[in-house]
């Protein structure tokens, strides 16, 4: 998919930080996100790029081309969490013929989580952004549901989003309890629009295969029908 001019100009405006440089990842697909059902989240920042001038085009490309992504960036991104997340995206693709899209609860990118608190003082408008980007991604692409990966991003987006989800389940907060439910709360977006939220474990468990995760996928399997 090649990217309109205007969607590259609303990516423009989510990448850049208040320095005008590259510091926030807005999020991945291989595809058109304003076709993707699912979005796929997780709390933990995604590892800094270095991203020039010249470079900001090939990198907006990336973002819906993920094997353009993996030749740029492939390196850098492979930790553990991005891996089982990549493959559980792949399964969703494979067992459900669905394309998700992977966003993080903040787009700014960070080496640790110990870094993007620090971002909190140091540079607290960048840090907000990172949140919101989220959110306006959500509101912009229209998802119908929203997988949440690791207990950590269960608890931000209940803090976050805490007035305008409808919670089936407050009294769980393990992930691995919310996996046996499915959907386990209702997302009010601005237009009234409602996303369906479903939990899991850390992606960075998932591994090759997922077989820890097989009532989880029954779960999202009978969601998606």
């Known amino acids: 998919m090649g990217v309109s001019n205007g969607f590259n100009r609303k990516i423009n405006e989510w990448i850049l930080s208040k320095e005008g440089r590259v510091a926030f990842r807005p999020f991945l697909v291989n595809g058109n996100p304003y076709k993707s059902r699912i979005f796929v989240s997780g709390s933990f920042p995604h590892p800094v790029i270095e991203v020039d001038e010249e470079e900001r085009e090939e990198y907006i490309e990336s973002l819906v ?4 992504w993996d030749n740029f960036y492939g390196e ?8 089982g997340t990549t493959a559980f995206i792949q399964w969703l693709k494979e067992a459900c013929g669905e394309t998700a899209v992977h966003v993080n609860l903040t787009a700014l990118m960070a080496d640790s989580a110990k870094k993007l608190k620090e971002y909190s ?7 907000e952004k990172g949140f919101r980007i989220f959110q306006e991604a959500v509101e912009e692409f229209q998802p119908e549901f ?8 269960v608890k931000q987006f209940r803090k976050r989003f805490g ?3 409808l919670d089936r389940y407050p009294q769980l907060e393990k992930v691995q309890d919310l996996e046996e439910y499915g959907v386990f709360a209702d997302w009010s977006l601005s237009n009234g629009r409602k996303v369906q939220v479903i939990a899991c474990r850390n992606l960075s ?7 820890a995760f097989g009532t989880f ?8 029908v």
């Open 217 to 224: 996928k029954e779960r999202v399997k009978e969601a998606l």
């Open 205 to 211: 468990y998932y591994g090759k295969m997922g077989e």
């Open 65 to 68: 081309d993920t094997e353009l």
């Open 146 to 153: 929203l997988i949440l990966y690791g207990s950590d991003a």
């Open 163 to 165: 007035d305008a989800i």
């Open 121 to 127: 003082k140091e540079s607290p408008e960048d840090y």
């Open 76 to 83: 850098q991104m492979g930790t553990r969490e991005n891996k």
